[in-house]
């Protein structure tokens, strides 16, 4: 049978996790990666070579579990919704980072007067920024270039959509108010737990399953529920056994070579728990189906703003044994939410209409490596100021003043949102990705 040809790839991705769980599971990372102490920094206990082998072998790891991830995403949507199938497959995909945030926030509530709680904030901002900065312009410029046409995206996604923009619009609270407590974990978490009931109902869509995914949909219906399960299950422990030393490698081979530490935990770190999502929406990309591959990054997008966000103030609560107090942040962390919600309202807004042009991609783009590197293009600017983040406050208003600008010209567009809510929708027959529909059917409002 020709399809039995599909069973090397999986091999080979399974057999690229092994070094690294060897490395985790074998002590070996127990020797050579820092490990906390109470009250004291990270300390650097090993030399570079020792630390880049670790942090290498952990990332052939998740890249392995990445493409097993991919191939049991298109096996599964042949018994469940493809928009269940993508929030499934997000929140596996996104495990390392709530992995790593949560490492920080535990410490966060074991070491209160520590720089952790500050570490969980810039690590989940930073992630969430390089979803839509980096991760959803990646995915438009590929299929431009293939086509030279927008990313559209299937009128489901409107259920991700309208969720996303109720939990910016909730984000916006937290800098107002100036604290992220319990209660605002709990409404975070109201928001997903609405969403996933709203997409397990979504009718089965109809897929075309490529490479070892059609070996997986070849095999009778209990086979391949039990392969995908257990694929679904081997590639989430190998990410979560892995992303810890994936991202402690890099944070202190970063620390050896004297690169500010913050920075590392806001971008680095994200880079490197996330790079299973980035894989998995970048080969849907290069596969043509564009629309999926924005589709699940849109999908993480919610999940990582809902969930990672609303774990974090429980999460702490926990560790601290109490939930009076929300986790300690300061103005430099509220500014930087806001930030995020600012990115994440423009991303919402620009999508309403169920495409993504180059151009716009190209904004994206500009507003997120502007507001990255104007702290050192403007360095007088802020130290003048005293804040700190002064250019990081005038591009949330920039995001915003956007935002308004663009709903105010077509307020239809995100009006057609709240076809999202429902709760049945018939068998869709939308155009494929790549193809754009008629303006005229984007604005239809309920």
């Known amino acids: 049978m020709h399809l039995r040809r599909f069973v090397i790839p999986i091999l080979i991705a399974a057999l690229a996790t092994l070094p690294g769980l060897y490395f985790r599971f074998g002590g070996m990372d127990a020797r050579i990666l820092p490990r906390h102490i109470p009250g004291q920094p990270l300390l650097i206990a090993a030399d570079l070579s020792q630390l880049l082998l670790v942090t290498i072998f952990a990332g052939i790891a998740i890249l392995g579990a990445s493409f097993l991830l991919l191939w049991a995403c298109d096996a599964v949507q042949m018994d469940i919704s493809q928009t269940l199938a993508l929030a499934v497959v997000a929140l596996i995909a996104v495990l390392p980072e709530y992995a790593v945030d949560m490492y920080f926030t535990w410490q966060a509530g074991q070491n209160p007067d520590g720089s952790y709680a500050h570490y969980a904030i810039a690590n989940m901002t930073g992630a969430n920024r390089l979803l839509i900065g980096v991760a959803w312009v990646v995915i438009v410029v590929i299929f431009w270039l293939k086509t030279r046409r927008p990313v559209v995206l299937e009128k489901e996604r409107r259920t991700e959509l309208v969720f996303l923009g109720f939990a910016t619009l909730y984000a916006f609270v937290i800098p107002l ?69 994936f991202s402690e490698g890099l944070v202190a081979s970063g620390a050896k070579l004297h690169i500010n530490e913050f920075l590392l935990v806001q971008w680095l770190a994200p880079i490197a728990s996330e790079a299973p999502e980035f894989i998995v929406a970048i080969m849907f990309a290069l596969r043509a189906q564009a629309g999926m591959a924005l589709g699940s990054l849109i999908s993480s997008k919610l999940n990582q703003w809902t969930l990672l966000v609303g774990m974090i103030p429980l999460v702490y609560g926990i560790s601290s044994k109490q939930f009076i107090n929300p986790i300690p942040m300061d103005s430099f962390q509220m500014h930087e939410i806001m930030l995020t919600a600012g990115q994440s309202l423009l991303g919402v807004i620009l999508l309403a209409p169920l495409q993504l042009s180059i151009g716009q991609a190209a904004l994206l783009f500009t507003l997120f490596i502007g507001q990255f590197v104007s702290p050192w293009l403007f360095p007088k600017l802020d130290a003048k100021a005293g804040s700190g983040d002064l250019l990081h406050q005038l591009f949330s208003g920039l995001y915003l003043a956007i935002s308004l600008g663009i709903f105010l010209h077509g307020p239809r567009r995100v009006g057609a949102l709240r076809q999202g809510l429902k709760f049945e929708q018939p068998p869709h027959s939308d155009v494929d990705a790549g193809q754009a529909q008629p303006e005229e059917q984007q604005l239809t409002v309920v």
């Open 177 to 245: 108010k100036g604290s992220l407590a319990w209660y605002d974990g709990v409404v975070f978490l109201g928001l997903y737990i609405w969403y996933i009931a709203i997409a397990g109902r979504r009718p089965c869509a109809e897929c075309d399953p490529e490479g070892p995914a059609e070996l997986l949909v070849s095999l009778p219906k209990v086979k391949r529920r039990l392969a995908t399960v257990t694929m679904f299950l081997f590639a989430a422990g190998v990410i979560l056994a892995n992303a810890e030393p």
